[in-house]
């Protein structure tokens, strides 16, 4: 379960008033003195930094309230997110509105055929003064790296990400660098079929907690949409209501989400189940499965419950395994909706746990 003192909420509001946040909209102080969690056990403070959150990305990205649930849900699990759909529909605003709703820094990426590996990492420059080498730190060292279009630059410079992705490092010239925390990427795509694109590695789609899909909005939300652009972008007003110290108070308290032993025994069986499905080339792998546990946790948190149920598992499965396995009859990235579907029949197929 998760634990909480009433120290905890003091240092939560210290390291917030020195990092300069402002506070976090509705929660007044009142709310910060009071630990005790509700009828699910998850702390008064910790449930409502994590609608807050929510609430301030709602401001600028509409009808989208699943898209933005699994994006926190990525962030609080201290992974990454892959956002696909065909171009205009909201993917870079969704990066940006989580950006700015947590203050820390923030780099956007414009990936293109003609980027290099140091235009991501940052290489070594000799410095004729010194005589020596100097390493120049790349757009990766940020909280939030907006990784846009990613499959528009070729493979040698998608796997600039991997380390970082897996380790929260990188290395350059034989010398790692750590990367600030929190960390995440947030990668946006084009489907496939569109010119000039690069298929991702499996190796890369794997690090990747999530694959989201945007899809056009209703048109009550695009009306919406078009009206609060009527005198500028709504995502310069946004502000933080988050610090990374926060932030890293949320990812801890996942960790804390309580998993009934008969739940680890759930996921392995649907991994195993795509392992021996005769429709799937490859299945889920071991980080897949992993990544699924801890998922689920932050899903629970974001609730607002302190454990882990079934049905928290069922609803995020297909988001965090159809894009790790490969189709026997399908080429990676063709056919995703049946990919898809052939993945929600086998959590179906899998008895849940009583």
Known sequence: MTRWNPQQDHDLRSKRDEAGCPPPGEIGLMQLNRPVGDDEGVPVVLRDLVRQLQKNMGRVVFGKDEVLRLTVISLLAGEHLLLEDVPGVGKTLVGKALAKSVAGEFCRIQFTPDLLPSDIVGSSVFNSKSLEFVYNKGPIFANVVLADEINRAPPRTQSALLEAMSDGQVTVDGKT????????????????????????????????????????????????????????QPIDDLSPVLSCEQVMTLQGAVRDVDVDESLYDYILDIVEATRKSPDLHVGVSTRGALCLYRAAQAGALVDGRSYVTPDDIKQLAVPILAHRVISRTHLQGAHRAAVESLIGRLVESVPIPT
């Not at 925390?181 to 569109?194: D, G, K, L, S, Y």
């Not at 909005?217 to 949409?225: A, I, L, T």
């Open 177 to 232: 660098h750590e990367l600030p925390r929190p960390f995440m990427v947030i990668a946006t795509q084009n489907p496939f079929e569109f010119e000039g694109t690069y298929a991702l590695p499996e190796s890369q789609m794997d690090r990747f907690l999530l694959r989201v899909s945007m899809g056009y909005p209703r048109r009550d939300d695009e009306r919406q949409v078009l009206t609060s652009h009527r005198m500028g």
